[in-house]
């Protein structure tokens, strides 16, 4: 079992920027990807971003691609992310998860961290 817990988050004004982490503890040899999800208020939970565990590769979705960073740090157990010039409809709950494989759905996760952003 992988125990994930967030922080960084925070309440920024438009055009800012936060660095969340994600402090994974337990089994962390089994971690394949780890991802960033959020959810907006009467939204469904979406997918952010998400890093190879050991490779670095990484993926986002369309709308953050430029102005969010993923980045890990094995050595600390950490996965970050950076997000830059922040809008609005970037507020939501932030969640990490991790996957055991490519194919693997994402089975941990922690408790989330808010983010809120004004105009």
């Known amino acids: 079992q992988v125990q994930l817990e967030e922080s960084g988050g925070g309440s920024v004004q438009a055009m800012g920027s936060l660095r969340l982490s994600c402090a994974a503890s337990g089994r962390t040899f089994t971690i394949y990807r780890m991802g960033w999800f959020r959810q907006a208020p009467g939204k469904e939970r979406s997918f952010v971003a998400s890093?190879?565990?050991?490779?670095?590769?990484?993926i986002y979705t369309e709308s953050v691609k430029g102005r969010f960073t993923i980045s890990r740090d094995n050595a600390k157990n950490t996965v970050y992310l950076q997000m830059n010039s922040l809008k609005p409809e970037d507020t939501a709950i932030y969640f990490c998860?991790?996957?055991?494989?490519?194919?693997?759905?994402?089975?941990?996760w922690g408790k989330g961290t808010q983010v809120t952003v004004s105009s």
């Open positions: 998860a991790a996957k055991r494989s490519q194919v693997d759905e994402y089975d941990s």
């Open positions: 890093i190879i565990w050991s490779g670095g590769s990484t």
